[in-house]
T-cell receptor, first 113, second 112 residues
Framework: DQQVKQNSPSLSVQEGRISILNCDYT??????FLWYKKYPAEGPTFLIS?????DKNEDGRFTVFLNKSAKHLSLHIVPSQPGDSAVYFC????????????FGKGTHLIIQP | EPEVTQTPSHQVTQMGQEVILRCVPI?????FYWYRQILGQKVEFLVS????????KSEIFDDQFSVERPDGSNFTLKIRSTKLEDSAMYFC??????????FGSGTRLTVV
């Protein structure tokens, strides 16, 4: 039962270009969405989040777009840098408080020089 | 920058033994979590803890598991009678409010 789906296991992008990572969800109760970045042997690192009342949130090179009607969100990284190479996880929760996160399986982003 | 600290980084245990995984969350955070990631699979929620009690737990978090916040700083996950399928990376996380979950670097548990 995949409530959060990241259908691309990997993505290769040239340095300087835009990286677009996609995520779909099925649970209508999800109200809060986050993107995490993970390097091997480290814990996930929070990147950016968005609540369902917004359709866009921007932080530096990272922008998250949310399309509630399509139950789809995406993370845009521009320009992509070599240090962005990592596994990116989309996560969702029904809201704030103590709710646990439901993660997608991750997309391995590879930035090529 | 404040960190969530987990010890040990790697734990090997025999099947049937009990293990305690330790975490020191960020000091002013209010919500505490345990997640796990079995090799090659996604990160899975286990349990959340708030106001000195369990707030939410997943189906994975059965009677074999327990959590404690024995003092003002530590947050532990105990697994009684470990099974081979408990082998995974276990991540502790904490947060203050809606935003900004902070994860620890994880404990790799290997059950042999």
């Amino acid at each position: 039962d995949q409530q959060v789906k990241q259908n691309s296991p990997s993505l290769s992008v040239q340095e300087g270009r835009i990286s677009i990572l996609n995520c779909d969800y099925t649970n209508s109760m999800f109200d809060y969405f986050l993107w995490y970045k993970k390097y091997p042997a480290e814990g996930p690192t929070f990147l950016i989040s968005i609540s369902s009342i917004k359709d866009k949130n921007e932080d530096g090179r990272f922008t998250v777009f949310l399309n509630k009607s399509a139950k789809h969100l995406s993370l845009h990284i521009v320009p992509s840098q070599p240090g962005d190479s990592a596994v990116y996880f989309c996560a969702a929760s029904p809201g704030g408080g103590a709710d646990g996160l439901t993660f997608g399986k991750g997309t391995h982003l590879i930035i090529q020089p | 920058e404040p960190e969530v600290t987990q010890t040990p980084s790697h734990q090997v245990t025999q099947m049937g033994q009990e293990v305690i995984l330790r975490c020191v969350p960020i000091s002013n955070h209010l919500y505490f979590y345990w997640y796990r990631q079995i090799l090659g699979q996604k990160v899975e929620f286990l349990v959340s803890f708030y106001n000195n009690e369990i707030s939410e737990k997943s189906e994975i978090f059965d009677d074999q598991f327990s959590v404690e916040r024995p003092d003002g700083s530590n947050f532990t996950l105990k697994i009684r009678s470990t099974k081979l399928e408990d082998s995974a990376m276990y991540f502790c996380a904490s947060k203050l409010d809606l935003d900004g979950y902070t994860f620890g670097s994880g404990t790799r548990l290997t059950v042999v």
